[in-house]
């Protein structure tokens, strides 16, 4: 009965943590990255760094800034840009790989999730694409900020969220 099942569903319902986080990215990602035949740990720590910092910068302008996901991702990414333009572009070396393609791909989804890109009725490979217009768009500039204070408390949580990024995992 589990084989005629979709793979998520059966594999879901086993009760067994690993198997239950691999499903849930079965769902969100529709391909899964094909054997690597290197080393892939020092790939994996790199795109984990970048997206901390991604993701700190999103979760602090979503607290900070005036509460538009699109636009908070927006400076976000400009912010994560700024500051670690190193870590991107060392990252992006490794594109056109499958597993550094699929990482890319499960962080995009999430960030598209978060923002409302990908909604009910919204292909995942439309939001992709929606959501990677949208990143290809923002430059690395410093994004204007509205007072003396906001500044601070911000450039206080970038740092923050930088110096975390950059501890060995």
Known sequence: MSHELPTYVATATTG??????????????????????????PLRALHQRWVTVV?????????CGDGE???????AWAHALEHSADIKRELDTYSGDPLHDHLTEHHLLRLAQA??????G????????????????????????????????????????????????
Not at 137 to 165: C, D, F, H, N, Q
Request: aromatic share 4%.
């Open 16 to 41: 067994s943590g690993h198997v239950a986080r691999h499903a849930v990215a079965t769902v969100i990602s529709p391909r899964q990255p094909a054997e690597a035949t290197y080393d892939e740990r």
């Open 55 to 63: 993701d700190g910068c999103f979760e602090t302008e979503m607290e």
């Open 69 to 75: 996901p699109v636009d908070a991702l927006r400076v």
């Open 115 to 120: 923002t409302g890109i990908l909604r009910p």
């Open 122 to 169: 919204h292909s995942m490979h439309e939001a992709l694409d929606e959501i990677e217009g949208l990143l290809r768009s923002v430059a690395p500039a410093a994004a204007e900020r509205s007072t003396w204070l906001g500044r601070r408390r911000r450039a206080a949580e970038e740092r923050r969220l930088i110096m975390a990024s950059m501890r060995p995992s």
